[in-house]
């Protein structure tokens, strides 16, 4: 069965630009090579999309419009690895305001967003401001007509599901919901399937990535499906209950944001996409999906 036909109607493929190449060229290059036409932004010549000055932004929007290129979503540093939760909020607050103007002229709503590493305090000290942040974080999101999906990486909730409906259910605004990432389980030391089983119905994005243990503990990136990440059996457990967001490549085989290690591969890109693109097909058959 042919790869369009095979896949569920509602799944959305995109990629995480930057992991493909430095340069918007190069990242929108990517994602046309695999036929496709949408772009999660992370950075852009290095430089996070809340950062880039006015006269930059515009002249990334203009070539996203010339190339019919569309954007699924921005994944902000708001709680991320290098953001402490001891540290500056200001940060964290002018970078949602910055980015909600910025969605608004890309048309996306969702803003990724992670739970503060913990700065050395204690555990309940570290959630109760962590949720506080977010909390904040949430309403202005709200004014805003933002989504902020939290992923399951740095920070408070990062590594338990426990924690991340915590924060969906405490808060309790429209405005905080969940990014999957299939791969980070591998690298934090956790199997995905039982989070994924726990957190799905809260779930708005899904990073896809896979990895797989390497000699003394280290974390080997490879394809979607190469690994121990389950992505195959991830796949079937999103779309038996239903989710229709975006499935957005996140390699990590080139680059790695977090060790500021690569600058990206467009070949490596590209394979991991259409190695995405044939777990989609066998898992469209095994869960009775396709057009």
Same mark, same amino acid.
């Given at each position: 069965?042919?790869? !369009?036909? #095979?896949?569920?109607?509602?799944?959305? =493929?995109?990629?995480?630009?930057?992991?493909?190449?430095?340069?918007?060229?190069?990242?929108?290059?990517?994602?046309?090579?695999? +036929?496709?036409?949408?772009?999660?932004?992370?950075?852009? /010549?290095?430089?996070?999309?809340?950062? =880039?000055?006015?006269?930059?932004? *515009?002249?990334?929007?203009?070539?996203?419009? #010339?190339?019919?290129?569309?954007? #699924?979503?921005?994944?902000?540093?708001?709680?991320?690895?290098?953001?402490?939760?001891?540290?500056?909020?200001?940060?964290?607050?002018?970078?949602?305001?910055?980015?909600?103007? %910025?969605?608004?002229? =890309?048309?996306? %709503?969702?803003?990724?967003?992670?739970?503060?590493?913990?700065? /050395?305090?204690?555990?309940?000290?570290?959630?109760?401001r962590a949720r506080?942040?977010? *909390?904040?974080?949430?309403?202005?999101?709200?004014?805003?007509?933002?989504? =902020?999906?939290?992923?399951?990486?740095?920070?408070?909730?990062?590594?338990?599901?426990?924690?991340?409906?915590?924060?969906?259910?405490?808060?309790?605004?429209?405005?905080?919901?969940?990014?999957?990432?299939? &791969?980070?389980?591998?690298?934090?030391?956790?199997?995905?399937?039982?989070?994924?089983? !726990?957190?799905?119905?809260?779930?708005?994005h899904v990073h896809?990535?896979?990895? %797989?243990s390497g000699a003394?503990?280290?974390?080997?990136?490879?394809?979607?499906?190469?690994?121990?990440?389950?992505? #195959?059996?991830?796949?079937?457990?999103?779309?038996?209950?239903?989710? /229709?967001?975006?499935?957005?490549?996140?390699?990590?085989?080139?680059?790695?944001?977090?060790?500021?290690?690569?600058?990206? &591969?467009?070949? !490596?890109?590209?394979?991991?996409? *259409?190695?995405?693109?044939?777990?989609?097909?066998?898992?469209?058959?095994?869960?009775?999906? +396709? *057009?």
């Amino acid at each position: 069965m042919p790869f !369009a036909e #095979a896949v569920p109607a509602e799944v959305r =493929l995109a990629g995480i630009g930057d992991e493909a190449a430095p340069d918007l060229a190069g990242q929108i290059g990517a994602v046309a090579e695999l +036929g496709w036409n949408r772009l999660e932004l992370r950075t852009i /010549g290095g430089t996070p999309l809340a950062d =880039l000055d006015e006269d930059a932004f *515009r002249q990334a929007v203009e070539r996203l419009e #010339a190339t019919g290129t569309s954007v #699924a979503g921005v994944a902000s540093k708001i709680g991320d690895w290098s953001r402490p939760v001891t540290g500056d909020f200001a940060a964290d607050v002018r970078d949602l305001e910055v980015l909600a103007r %910025r969605c608004a002229v =890309l048309g996306t %709503r969702l803003v990724r967003v992670m739970s503060y590493p913990r700065g /050395g305090l204690d555990e309940p000290e570290w959630g109760r401001r962590a949720r506080e942040r977010l *909390r904040e974080l949430a309403r202005r999101a709200e004014d805003h007509g933002l989504v =902020l999906a939290h992923e399951n990486c740095a920070g408070w909730a990062g590594d338990r599901a426990d924690r991340m409906l915590d924060l969906v259910t405490g808060i309790g605004s429209p405005a905080l919901r969940l990014l999957f990432d299939i &791969g980070n389980g591998v690298a934090h030391g956790y199997p995905p399937l039982p989070m994924l089983r !726990a957190i799905v119905s809260h779930v708005v994005h899904v990073h896809v990535k896979d990895a %797989r243990s390497g000699a003394g503990g280290a974390v080997v990136f490879v394809p979607p499906g190469e690994g121990e990440a389950q992505v #195959a059996e991830c796949l079937e457990v999103l779309f038996q209950s239903g989710y /229709g967001g975006v499935l957005s490549i996140e390699p990590h085989v080139k680059l790695r944001p977090h060790l500021g290690s690569g600058t990206g &591969g467009r070949e !490596a890109f590209v394979a991991c996409g *259409r190695a995405l693109e044939r777990l989609l097909a066998r898992t469209a058959l095994t869960t009775g999906g +396709g *057009r």
